[in-house]
């Protein structure tokens, strides 16, 4: 393919630079919106009446109890901002789904206040918030009965929840409420299956590792984790010791469906000129490959319109990929998934009117659907301090291949995507 670069005119490098910043994707908004309310909670301190308080246990099991795990396809988050007949806020849930049928889920886990979940076999871990916004970290079991919860360092704040279901392991950044700063986005790992345990700090070359975003690697006990000046990491978060560095990048793309490659995004060589670079890493070699996308939509200004991309969703290693595509247009949005391969880009799926507004998608662990979340043109925002949502909003279940839906579900932040 051709190295050479037509000039890019002064009008297209205006466009691409009023997009720069959106092209990180929603994952990093959040991301980023994260950070900055954990910083407004540590400048605001905390009384001492709050400083006594411990976190608790908020959320309550809608499950019966059994000896055998309820089994669900697909986990939704579905925050609820209505109040009740006595006029207190109505529970939060976390609802659980099959791939067929027209259900609307079953509720699993119901509390005042839920931030975000991560799902393993036989439980639930689920953050929720306390009333003076910090957080409690609890494990439901999908057998029923009540939670079990995790004794954190400090008071605090929980965030970037994952799980590695065949390690039976969790892990989250923490932030301590003091502002002491012993424990800042500190990166911790817990065995569920040793609920006696405390969770532990995960080290790296100099200590207990910051980390800005971070990832299980899928099937291991190691962990890729990016710190606030974009250093990535291979890390056994078990055995301390064990870290190789895997050089500076701009973001996480999530790993390569079967494989063991972590595919990255960096700035264009020229910031604000050229578009965006992706590469992979062989996480056993260390080996670092350019990936092309074909056909990557290059964000553009014309008319009065902004049509920005998120970044790609890559499906496998014969560079297939998804794109996210926003169109905004005298204050409306509209948003469109494109699918691209070596044959070129078309739209796979657009959402309804009432819901077309994608916030964010993800593939499922077999690459055949994705995973979208829409909200309505007019929303109106939750107010949660980290993650913070529209409501309502919903899940639509997007089949690769032919781009029908073969579901929509209430909520956000599915299992598929943690």
Same mark, same amino acid.
């Given at each position: 393919?051709?190295?050479?670069?037509?000039?890019v005119s002064? +009008?297209?490098?205006?466009a691409?630079a009023?997009?720069?910043?959106?092209l990180? %994707?929603?994952?990093?908004?959040?991301?980023l919106? %994260?950070t900055?309310?954990?910083?407004?909670?540590?400048?605001?301190g905390?009384t001492a009446a709050?400083?006594?308080k411990l976190p608790?246990?908020?959320?309550?099991?809608?499950l019966?109890r059994s000896?055998?795990?309820?089994?669900?396809?697909?986990?939704?988050?579905q925050r609820?901002?209505? +109040?009740?007949?006595?006029?207190?806020?109505?529970?939060?849930?976390?609802?659980?789904?099959?791939?067929?049928?027209s259900?609307q889920g079953?509720?699993?886990?119901?509390?005042p206040?839920?931030?975000e979940?991560?799902?393993?076999p036989?439980?639930?871990?689920?953050v929720t918030?306390?009333?003076d916004?910090?957080?409690s970290?609890e494990?439901?079991?999908?057998?029923?009965?009540?939670?079990?919860?995790?004794?954190l360092?400090s008071l605090?704040?929980?965030a970037?929840?994952?799980?590695?279901?065949?390690q039976?392991?969790?892990?989250?950044?923490?932030?301590?409420?003091?502002?002491?700063g012993q424990?800042?986005?500190?990166?911790?790992?817990?065995?569920?299956g040793s609920p006696s345990?405390?969770?532990r700090?995960?080290?790296g070359?100099?200590g207990p590792?910051s980390?800005?975003d971070?990832?299980?690697v899928?099937?291991?006990?190691?962990?890729?984790?990016?710190?606030?000046?974009?250093?990535?990491?291979?890390?056994?978060?078990?055995e301390?010791g064990k870290v190789?560095?895997l050089?500076?990048h701009? %973001?996480i793309?999530?790993?390569?469906?079967?494989t063991n490659e972590?595919?990255?995004?960096?700035q264009?060589?020229?910031?604000?000129i050229?578009?965006?670079?992706?590469?992979t890493?062989?996480?056993?070699t260390?080996t670092?490959?350019?990936?092309?996308?074909?056909g990557?939509?290059?964000?553009?200004?014309?008319n009065g319109t902004?049509t920005?991309?998120s970044?790609?969703?890559?499906?496998g290693?014969?560079g297939?990929y998804?794109?996210?595509?926003?169109k905004?247009?005298?204050g409306?949005?509209a948003?469109?998934?494109n699918l691209?391969?070596?044959?070129?880009?078309r739209?796979?799926y657009q959402?309804?009117?009432?819901w077309?507004?994608?916030?964010?998608?993800?593939?499922?662990?077999?690459?055949?659907?994705?995973?979208v979340?829409t909200?309505?043109?007019?929303?109106?925002?939750?107010?949660?301090?980290?993650l913070p949502?529209?409501?309502?909003?919903?899940?639509?279940?997007?089949?690769?291949?032919? %781009?029908a839906?073969?579901?929509?579900?209430?909520?956000?932040?599915?299992?598929w995507?943690?």
């Amino acid at each position: 393919m051709s190295t050479k670069r037509r000039p890019v005119s002064a +009008k297209r490098a205006a466009a691409i630079a009023a997009a720069a910043e959106l092209l990180a %994707g929603r994952r990093f908004a959040r991301r980023l919106y %994260g950070t900055i309310a954990i910083l407004a909670l540590l400048a605001g301190g905390l009384t001492a009446a709050n400083l006594s308080k411990l976190p608790h246990a908020n959320s309550t099991s809608a499950l019966a109890r059994s000896a055998t795990p309820a089994a669900f396809a697909l986990y939704s988050l579905q925050r609820d901002t209505g +109040k009740d007949d006595t006029g207190h806020k109505k529970p939060d849930t976390i609802l659980g789904t099959s791939l067929s049928g027209s259900d609307q889920g079953t509720v699993i886990v119901s509390a005042p206040r839920i931030q975000e979940y991560a799902a393993l076999p036989t439980a639930l871990a689920v953050v929720t918030l306390n009333d003076d916004n910090t957080s409690s970290l609890e494990i439901v079991p999908l057998t029923g009965g009540p939670p079990t919860l995790v004794p954190l360092p400090s008071l605090g704040t929980v965030a970037n929840l994952h799980a590695a279901p065949s390690q039976h392991l969790i892990g989250f950044t923490f932030t301590a409420s003091s502002g002491t700063g012993q424990y800042w986005k500190s990166l911790f790992v817990y065995d569920v299956g040793s609920p006696s345990t405390a969770p532990r700090a995960v080290q790296g070359i100099n200590g207990p590792v910051s980390a800005a975003d971070w990832r299980f690697v899928p099937g291991a006990a190691t962990v890729v984790a990016q710190t606030d000046d974009q250093s990535m990491f291979l890390i056994d978060a078990l055995e301390s010791g064990k870290v190789s560095p895997l050089g500076a990048h701009a %973001g996480i793309l999530g790993f390569v469906p079967g494989t063991n490659e972590l595919a990255v995004a960096d700035q264009g060589l020229k910031k604000g000129i050229d578009p965006p670079r992706y590469s992979t890493i062989n996480l056993t070699t260390g080996t670092s490959t350019p990936l092309s996308l074909t056909g990557a939509f290059v964000p553009d200004v014309a008319n009065g319109t902004t049509t920005t991309a998120s970044q790609p969703m890559v499906l496998g290693t014969s560079g297939q990929y998804a794109q996210v595509l926003r169109k905004y247009d005298g204050g409306k949005e509209a948003s469109v998934v494109n699918l691209a391969d070596k044959n070129g880009s078309r739209q796979l799926y657009q959402p309804a009117a009432a819901w077309s507004r994608i916030l964010d998608a993800c593939i499922s662990p077999a690459s055949d659907y994705l995973a979208v979340e829409t909200a309505a043109p007019q929303y109106t925002g939750d107010q949660y301090p980290v993650l913070p949502e529209p409501t309502p909003i919903r899940t639509d279940l997007v089949d690769v291949k032919s %781009g029908a839906v073969l579901k929509s579900v209430p909520g956000f932040l599915p299992s598929w995507c943690g």
